[in-house]
């Protein structure tokens, strides 16, 4: 089951070959991931971000979706790696966007989200947290949380202002398992949107 969620009438101009050639409304398909999507969901994870951006912000190295052989492995069906439940955007028939979800309980937790960087700004991330949003919501969850990192010098990750813009709301700050791997002083900011 995915739903469809109406991006208005922008045009999508990506420099990526084969992408989405699209001027009229855009209509993007949030759905479970597949297994046949591992090698447009690594595509897709690895185009997010410039590698450069992340050091200090949360680059371990260990991320399967950052290699198709890792992501394969990891991969339990129906759409689960490392217990994270996986789901993807889709437009005109290509994975444009990736967003992985965890159950926490009264919470659903939104783990990462990847939208290729020549396609950010267009409302294909803002809709997969609507989505996710959604299904919590139907689920009867009190809340969608996440985190996302302050690296040593005490910067937030560029993120921080869209989630805000999003509803999200900062809880506290913790360093945990996940800091200490980016290094000494990365601070995890705990968000939350409470849906009830």
Known sequence: MGHLFDLGSRKLHASRPNAPKVSAALKLHVRAARRQDIEAIVRVSKSSLDPAEEVGFGATGDSPFADVRRLTAAWEEPNRVRGEE???????????????????????????????????????????????????????????????????????????????????????????????????????????????
């Open 86 to 196: 996986v789901l993807v955007a889709e437009l005109d028939g290509h994975v444009v966007g990736c967003v992985t979800v965890e159950e926490r309980g009264r919470e659903l937790e939104l783990i990462n989200i990847n939208v290729p960087m020549d396609l950010q700004g267009r409302g294909i991330g803002t809709a997969l947290v609507r989505f996710v949003e959604g299904r919590a919501r139907r689920e009867g969850k009190a809340a969608v949380t996440l985190g996302t990192s302050r690296n040593a010098a005490g910067v937030a990750w560029k993120s921080l202002p869209w989630w805000r813009h999003l509803g999200y709301r900062i809880t506290h700050e913790e360093e945990n398992e996940w800091t200490r791997r980016i290094g000494p002083g990365a601070r995890e900011i705990r968000m939350r949107k409470d849906l009830l």
